[in-house]
């Protein structure tokens, strides 16, 4: 008998244990994914619903700066009273040969007294310009901000002594410009990354990998991402020099990983990983690739995509600035790439690459205040609209845009027309008008199958068009067709 109870108080005991054992484990199943979420969220498995979000602003805005900005402002494209070949006057340092000691005594000489951050966030403002993507670092090393990481920035290094991206990111949240960052993978300065053979580095002709750049990535670009993220709070993060060999695809999309998770709202461009096709910018398809944009180089895309994308691009050959470039693209042709982009439902980063005095070149000026102007009126046909189902265009002075969501449409037309023009692929609605943006006044029109839309336009509208005028946008209430 009482070896029956102990049995049954040991089964019972037993039973006891495994019970608490088992709600324990069941407690620590429930704790374990919730902490396990937090800590390792794939930003490379982002639902398209919430990438859109994220993309909206950008999406919406449109039209940024780019500013490429540095040491390389000081020989401005001399070098021992040289000229330097190559066009891009950030590539000196590569383009010369420059050994990387005598490269940092123009470091030495960086001392832009005429910087004036307020100036520059009015100027993007004026120009309509809703973003501005500056080279915190490129590819020659030299930071424009007060790194704790290394000694070679405008903090550290050079007369100027003043944190340039403190000033600036200040001054374009006044103006309600969204700042962002370039960033450059390739470091000509870094012993770890191309400076392998310091005090010379792996030049453009010999490029080889370094068995350091991992190390370089750990503890030189990631501590040093981490700071620009925590201390000027970049919407975006525009990476390049993505093509070296050192550089893996593996690397890149732990760049992404970690920059999102700095701050999940950031955007990053497709340079963050190796899928770049070239300077059409777009990516390969050969396999998923990080980043959230396309990036054509200095061209636009020959047609819309159905992915993101943005044209960077110079207003006259280079993007730092060279002393000697004077090729500048007319204002015409700038706003008429801003438009041929929107309609094509793509971004434009325009650069300016100011002076070692700190001065954007007047030439520069002069065309952002035109386009400026010539947004004030027409904006409403670029910012926050989408590419047309069908038609982008209608030959070669004809663009379409229309606004997000809407039945509204915008027809561009970047050449003087004659006393009517003819759209095949809109039909308005019945009764509604037809607005020339910027003209009280509103325009006959008439529509039928065979021909299409018929606008007139009146005489003396028409003798308004002049030099200034670049382009006319017609406002459209209807339906494509
Ligand atoms: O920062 C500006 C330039 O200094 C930088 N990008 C802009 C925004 C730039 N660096 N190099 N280039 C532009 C031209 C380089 C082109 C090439 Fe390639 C790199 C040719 C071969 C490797 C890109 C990647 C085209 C093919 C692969």
Redesign the pocket.
């Known amino acids: 008998m009482a070896g029956k109870i102990i049995n049954l108080k040991l089964i019972s005991l037993c039973f006891l244990i495994l019970l608490v054992l088992f709600m324990n484990a069941c407690k620590s199943d429930k704790k374990k994914p919730e902490k396990a979420k937090i800590e390792t969220v794939n930003y490379l498995k982002e639902s398209e619903e919430s990438f859109d979000q994220r993309m909206k602003w950008w999406r919406d805005d449109r039209f940024g700066m ?1 500013i ?1 900005w540095g040491v390389y402002a000081v020989p401005a494209g001399i070098y021992n009273n040289k000229e330097v070949k190559g066009h ?1 006057g ?2 000196i340092m590569n383009n010369a040969q420059i050994p990387v000691i005598e490269y940092e005594k123009f470091a030495k000489q960086f001392d832009p007294a005429k910087f004036d951050a307020n100036e520059w966030a009015k100027t993007m403002k004026d120009a309509g310009m809703k973003y501005v993507v500056i ?1 915190s670092k ?2 020659d090393g030299f930071g424009l901000w007060d790194s704790k990481v290394s000694d070679y920035d405008v903090v550290d290094f050079a007369p100027f002594g003043k944190d340039i991206l403190k000033a600036l990111s200040k001054a374009c949240k006044k103006q309600g410009i969204k700042f962002g960052l ?1 960033y ?1 993978i390739i470091d000509w300065h870094h012993p770890e990354a191309q400076a392998i053979n310091y005090p010379n580095y792996n030049n453009w002709e010999d490029l080889k990998a370094n068995p350091k750049f991992s190390s370089y990535l750990e503890n030189y670009m990631k501590p040093q991402l981490k700071e620009l993220i925590e201390n000027y709070d970049p919407e975006i993060i525009w990476f ?2 993505e ?1 070296i060999p050192d550089f893996t695809h593996e690397q890149g999309l732990e760049l992404y990983q970690y920059v999102r998770s700095l701050k999940p709202s950031i955007l990053i461009n497709n340079r963050v990983d190796k899928g ?4 059409q910018g777009m990516n390969k398809e050969d396999k998923k690739y990080a980043g959230d944009f396309g990036t054509p ?1 200095q061209e636009i895309l020959e047609t819309t995509s159905t992915l993101d994308w943005e044209s ?1 691009m110079t207003m006259n050959d280079t ?2 600035f060279k002393t000697n470039d004077h090729h500048w693209k007319s204002t015409e042709v700038l706003i008429h790439n801003l438009i041929d982009v929107t309609a094509k439902g793509g971004n434009y980063l325009l ?1 300016v690459g100011p002076t070692a005095e700190g001065l954007i070149p007047k030439p520069s000026i002069d065309r952002l205040k035109q386009i400026g102007k010539w947004l004030k009126i027409n904006g409403e046909a670029i910012y926050a609209t989408e590419k047309l189902q069908n038609n982008y265009k209608q030959g070669d002075h004809i663009r379409f845009t229309k606004e997000k969501g809407k039945s509204v449409y915008f027809s561009i037309v970047m050449k003087k027309p004659g006393k009517t023009i003819i759209l095949k692929n809109l039909r308005p609605d019945e009764n509604s008008t037809i607005q020339l943006l910027g003209m009280e006044k509103s325009l006959k029109w008439e529509f039928n199958a065979e021909e299409g839309l018929k606008i007139v336009i009146p005489k003396e509208i028409l003798n308004t068009w002049n030099k200034n005028t670049y382009a006319w946008t017609f406002k459209i209430n209807g339906n494509e067709i």
């Open positions: 780019f490429h891009n950030e590539w080279t490129h590819h370039y450059s390049d020099g093509w770049r096709s070239g300077m180089e960077c993007w730092g650069n």
